[in-house]
């Protein structure tokens, strides 16, 4: 990414839908580049300024950890795409926040049965989270999400 070049950064519930494929593939694309550090692309190599309403800029420097990398991976997948960058973001940290609830039912998520080993996510989990519009706090409401992933979930089983 190029110094000094301003991002746009949406709403959580202004958005962008995403392709489920699309999805599935950033975020797989992600979770493997947050696994190791990567020598030509560090977060210890990007620093961000925000500028507060009275004027004041603050300036934080990102550490090198696994969520750090994750994140960095998906701005450099969208480049200039910030807007759909953002968006993913907003995305998978509001899935995130979906698991840990309980909500989901172990037909669709299962933890990793022991540490190193994956968990298990049905495909309709992933269709849901891509599509489904977001509230103003960056989160899925529940009832909805819920809704949405068994109508998702009854269509893949009537293919």
């Not at 450099?76 to 039912?105: C, P, V």
């Not at 998520?109 to 540490?115: H, T």
């Amino acid at each position: 990414m190029k110094k000094g070049r301003p991002i746009r950064v949406v709403k959580p519930e202004e958005s962008l839908p995403f392709d489920p494929l699309e999805f599935r593939l950033t975020l797989m694309f992600a979770m493997e580049a947050g696994k190791i550090p990567s020598p030509g692309f560090r977060p210890t190599d990007m620093k961000l300024r925000l500028k507060d309403k009275d004027g004041s800029v603050e300036t934080l420097q990102f550490t090198d950890i696994p969520i750090n990398r994750f994140g960095m991976a998906v701005l450099r997948r969208y480049g200039k795409q910030t807007e759909k960058a953002s968006s993913f973001m907003f995305r998978f940290f509001a899935l995130n926040d979906l698991i840990r609830s309980g909500q989901l039912s172990p037909d669709y998520y299962r933890p990793a049965p022991k540490d190193g080993e994956p968990s298990e996510i049905h495909d309709a989990v992933l269709e849901v989270a891509a599509t489904l519009p977001l509230s103003p706090k960056g989160a899925f409401k529940p009832r909805a999400f819920l809704k949405a992933l068994r109508q998702a979930s009854a269509s893949d089983e009537n293919v």
